[in-house]
């Protein structure tokens, strides 16, 4: 084959592989209208017009398990993540406006990441001093989000404290969802949400203790709980849906309970530390090496 044979035969080949991609493109674009159109319809059905009344944490959680699932080949797993926190956003945004409020107490840099990571472009962000100032506006707001980092400094003491009253916004969430090596966005941070109108049941009830006397931590560890966060005698803890909890605070020595929001659990992917209580591993099922 002469030189400019060659060149002919790679023009058409890139020709032809040019002509897949505008056509899977164009596949592409034509779901995303036509998911807009599902929406429309959704709407009709959910009545999301109450504040809170879009939002479906159990359901994101059981796609992006789904997502995890039918992975393969060397797209990162994150960007697809990313992709699809970007259209979740989108759609549930034009079934009811929010913004999101962000925690700038710790690490601004990285929690302004995760919030575009998970939330993308089409939401407008409100950085607040910390935790508190955050929860305050989302309670104010009746409709926005929020997200607040998981390390706190002390001086943040125990602000899971605000979270749960009634009409008070709860944790939805946690970020990032699937941990795996290597990923954008890993700051860990918890997504606070208004009341929410989710008839999907989480995987665990997070609550507000305060221990008195013995260290609650081995009996909530052996009631298949983990201690999230802790300032002093205040800790945040996560318990499996249907534990006994009256019965655990007795055992365990603590009191003042409140449930302060609740989560499904993510997914932990490879060589990474995740804690059990919040990251079922998947390896074999992610498509990933
Ligand atoms: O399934 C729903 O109820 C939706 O509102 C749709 C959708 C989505 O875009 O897929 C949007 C928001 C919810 O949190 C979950 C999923």
Same mark, same amino acid.
């Given at each position: 084959?002469?030189?400019?044979?060659?060149?002919?035969?790679?023009?058409?080949?890139?020709?032809?592989?040019?002509?897949?991609?505008?056509?899977?493109?164009?596949?592409?674009?034509?779901?995303?209208?036509?998911?807009?159109?599902?929406?429309?319809?959704?709407?009709? %059905?959910?009545?999301?017009?109450? /504040?809170?009344?879009?939002? &479906?944490?159990?359901?994101?959680?059981?796609?992006?398990? &789904?997502? %995890?699932?039918?992975?393969?080949?060397?797209?990162?797993?994150?960007?697809?993540?990313?992709?699809?926190?970007?259209?979740?956003?989108?759609?549930?945004?034009?079934?009811?406006?929010?913004?999101?409020?962000?925690?700038?107490?710790?690490?601004?840099?990285?929690?302004?990441?995760?919030?575009?990571?998970?939330?993308?472009?089409?939401?407008?962000?409100?950085?607040?001093?910390?935790?508190?100032?955050?929860?305050?506006?989302?309670?104010?707001?009746?409709?926005?989000?929020?997200?607040?980092?998981?390390?706190? =400094?002390?001086?943040?003491?125990?602000?899971?404290?605000?979270?749960?009253?009634?009409?008070? /916004?709860?944790?939805?969430?946690?970020?990032?969802?699937?941990?795996?090596?290597?990923?954008?966005?890993?700051?860990?941070?918890?997504?606070?949400? /208004?009341?929410?109108?989710?008839?999907?049941? /989480?995987?665990?009830?997070?609550?507000?203790?305060?221990?008195?006397?013995?260290?609650?931590?081995?009996?909530? %560890?052996?009631?298949?709980?983990?201690?999230?966060?802790?300032?002093?005698?205040?800790?945040?803890?996560?318990? =499996?849906?249907?534990?006994?909890?009256?019965?655990?605070?007795?055992?365990?020595?603590?009191?003042?309970?409140? &449930? %302060?929001?609740?989560?499904?659990?993510?997914?932990?992917?490879?060589?990474?530390?995740?804690?059990?209580?919040?990251?079922?591993?998947?390896?074999?099922?992610?498509?990933?090496?």
């Amino acid at each position: 084959m002469t030189k400019n044979s060659a060149n002919e035969a790679d023009a058409a080949t890139l020709a032809r592989i040019r002509q897949t991609i505008d056509e899977l493109d164009a596949e592409m674009h034509r779901c995303l209208v036509e998911r807009g159109q599902a929406i429309d319809t959704l709407i009709k %059905v959910k009545g999301t017009s109450r /504040p809170g009344a879009a939002f &479906r944490p159990g359901r994101e959680a059981d796609m992006m398990r &789904r997502l %995890v699932a039918r992975h393969e080949g060397r797209l990162p797993l994150w960007t697809v993540e990313h992709i699809w926190r970007e259209i979740i956003t989108t759609f549930t945004r034009m079934q009811a406006r929010f913004d999101v409020s962000i925690d700038q107490g710790v690490d601004r840099d990285a929690l302004r990441d995760t919030a575009r990571f998970l939330f993308g472009f089409t939401v407008a962000l409100h950085g607040y001093a910390d935790a508190a100032e955050t929860i305050t506006h989302i309670r104010e707001t009746g409709t926005d989000l929020g997200l607040v980092s998981a390390n706190q =400094p002390a001086s943040a003491g125990a602000w899971w404290r605000a979270l749960g009253r009634p009409s008070a /916004p709860r944790i939805m969430a946690m970020s990032p969802y699937i941990r795996i090596a290597g990923r954008p966005a890993e700051h860990a941070a918890f997504v606070i949400a /208004p009341e929410l109108a989710d008839p999907t049941p /989480p995987d665990l009830d997070l609550f507000a203790v305060t221990a008195i006397g013995k260290d609650p931590w081995p009996a909530i %560890v052996a009631a298949g709980g983990a201690v999230l966060a802790e300032a002093g005698d205040e800790k945040l803890i996560a318990l =499996p849906v249907g534990t006994a909890v009256a019965a655990l605070a007795a055992h365990a020595g603590f009191e003042d309970v409140a &449930r %302060v929001g609740a989560l499904s659990r993510g997914i932990a992917i490879g060589d990474i530390d995740a804690n059990p209580v919040l990251y079922e591993r998947l390896d074999e099922e992610a498509g990933v090496s």
